[in-house]
């Protein structure tokens, strides 16, 4: 949501309409509070439910109830620093929003080191560290918002927001949340059926997984610092930079892949070892295999991003939404028909083929609007 506001942010700062910039800085803050209520009240309500239906052994199924619970309760502190963090990218600061970052995840081991072998706090001691790091990084940005761009920051009589700005917020911001959303449901979905093939498979997939994300954060911010820079351009009325921006992040993101793509192959097994502390073979060897045939299609899930993020900062939302419903579908079809005849290898071979497909669709709709979209901010 916060990346879908940012851009609207962003181009109100290229284009230095200061008064609509602080409407729209008011306008995410109000959205903010309604969406953390929201969110917190359903997710703490349906939290039980959720679990059976993701098919939780039952032997994991306290513990999970016990770390995911207390997550709920920071999502305020999550929102918080994405909001904060937005603002600041929006304006062309991306360097304090990571130092940030970097210190709260730093303060979040420590403070597991603390809860968890210290004070003997178990899996719940472990979920209260990431809320604290959050909350903390969050506090941190927001004091640093405030102190260097208060200018930039509304008043009380900014928060009379027009509705048109707020409906240009949400719907960018509902646009750009249901692209990742949508993706991460299917995922959600896709390990519902992955659990019944049961724990050793279940552990080698959450391993795999748990090295993928990180792998894969690289490539997301890359394209969320994209989109900053495409809305400020695109408010700014300059396509020459839009086309050069993205041609390097294209570079960017192929760069990243492939360099990932080398460490997993080469040292796959290792770094499950190392991630997991495991040393049952079985589940190095499945959690390796599945890596493998991920980060093979790795190149194309950069483009992926890429393509996603600044046709967004362009305000074409359609396309991105799409590939994400089709991408949903396709995990959807998959857990019902691939993983139940194919096992853990339907498990492996869904997404990287998903990623294949969303990104020759993507970039089929850009090459065929690029003209058009040019020629309209040309015009406006």
């Given at each position: 949501l916060n990346n879908g506001y940012g851009i609207v942010v962003t181009q109100r700062f290229g284009s230095h309409d200061r008064q609509q910039m602080k409407q729209a800085i008011a306008g995410m803050?109000?959205?903010?509070?309604?969406?953390?209520?929201?969110?917190?009240?359903?997710?703490?309500?349906?939290?039980?439910p959720l679990m059976h239906f993701m098919n939780?052994?039952?032997?994991?199924?306290?513990?999970?109830?016990?770390?995911?619970?207390?997550?709920?309760?920071?999502?305020?502190?999550?929102?918080?620093?994405?909001?904060?963090?937005?603002?600041?990218?929006?304006?062309?600061?991306?360097?304090?929003?990571?130092?940030?970052?970097?210190?709260?995840?730093?303060?979040?081991?420590?403070?597991?080191?603390?809860?968890?072998?210290?004070?003997?706090?178990?899996i719940r001691g472990a979920a209260i560290a990431t809320v604290l790091a959050q909350a903390t990084s969050a506090i941190l940005c927001g004091t640093y918002?405030?102190?260097?761009?208060?200018?930039?920051?509304?008043?009380?009589?900014?928060?009379?927001?027009?509705?048109?700005?707020?409906?240009?917020?949400?719907?960018?911001?509902?646009?750009?949340?249901m692209m990742s959303s949508l993706v991460d449901c299917g995922s959600v979905i896709f390990q519902r059926t992955n659990n019944v093939l049961g724990e050793i498979y279940i552990t080698a997939y959450t391993a795999g997984r748990r090295l993928m994300m990180i792998m894969i954060q690289p490539l997301a911010t890359i394209a969320v610092a994209a989109s900053s820079f495409v809305g400020q351009n695109w408010g700014a009325?300059?396509?020459?930079?839009?086309?050069?921006?993205?041609?390097?992040?294209?570079?960017?993101?192929?760069?990243?892949?492939?360099?990932?793509?080398?460490?997993?192959?080469l040292f796959g097994g290792l770094l499950i070892r190392f991630t997991t502390g495991t040393s049952d073979s079985e589940i190095v060897s499945l959690a390796v295999m599945s890596l493998r045939i991920h980060f093979a299609m790795f190149p194309f899930l950069g483009i992926l991003f890429c393509i996603r993020n600044v046709m967004q900062a362009m305000g074409r939302k359609v396309a991105?939404?799409?590939?994400?419903?089709?991408?949903?579908?396709?995990?959807?079809?998959?857990?019902?028909?691939?993983?139940?005849?194919?096992?853990?290898?339907?498990?492996c071979i869904t997404e990287p083929v998903t990623w294949v497909l969303m990104t020759v669709f993507l970039m089929t709709v850009y090459m065929i609007i690029r003209k058009r979209i040019y020629a309209s901010l040309a015009h406006q």
């Open positions: 803050a109000m959205l903010n509070i309604t969406v953390v209520l929201l969110l917190t009240v359903l997710a703490s309500v349906f939290l039980r939780t052994p039952q032997p994991l199924f306290q513990l999970s109830h016990d770390y995911i619970s207390v997550i709920i309760l920071g999502i305020a502190a999550t929102m918080g620093y994405n909001m904060f963090a937005a603002i600041l990218r929006a304006m062309g600061n991306s360097r304090s929003p990571l130092y940030f970052l970097i210190l709260s995840s730093v303060l979040n081991i420590v403070l597991d080191v603390l809860f968890v072998m210290v004070f003997e706090m178990g918002v405030i102190r260097n761009y208060r200018e930039y920051l509304p008043g009380s009589e900014d928060f009379r927001v027009p509705g048109a700005m707020l409906g240009t917020l949400f719907s960018t911001g509902i646009a750009m949340a009325r300059k396509p020459e930079r839009i086309q050069k921006g993205i041609r390097l992040t294209m570079f960017l993101e192929l760069g990243w892949s492939v360099f990932a793509a080398i460490v997993i192959f991105p939404v799409l590939s994400s419903c089709i991408e949903l579908a396709m995990k959807i079809l998959s857990a019902s028909i691939l993983i139940p005849k194919l096992g853990f290898v339907g498990t």
